[in-house]
């Protein structure tokens, strides 16, 4: 039965590294539970990182602006849905990811 669980699980991980992008989600990302609403390339609940990157290319404000959007929530910008207050997550996390995002489209 164990064995079970863990080949379930293998091919568990396989299918979700086999659909692993050119750029993954940073592990800090993952540990700030970005993922569940965020993903790079494609809309989950919220916008794909790589659209925001792109909506916001050239705009000098846009990291300090979207670092208080992250810790204070919103909605309005992407659609009805609105992101709720990330404030579990660490400023400093939040400005580092804000930054992984914005350097996301070259
Ligand atoms: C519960 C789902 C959810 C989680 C968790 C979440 N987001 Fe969002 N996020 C959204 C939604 C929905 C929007 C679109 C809001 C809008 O249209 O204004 C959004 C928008 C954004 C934007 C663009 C904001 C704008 O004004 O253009 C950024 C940047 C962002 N999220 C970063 C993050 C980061 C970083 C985390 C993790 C710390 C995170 N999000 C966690 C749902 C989520």
Known sequence: MKNIITSLLVVTGLLVTGNALAV?????????????CHAIDRKILGPAWMDVSKKYKGDKKAAAMLVAKVQKGGSGVWGPMAMPPQSAAKEADIKALVKFILGLAK
């Open 24 to 36: 993954d989600m940073p592990q800090l990302a993952k540990d700030n539970r970005c993922t569940a």
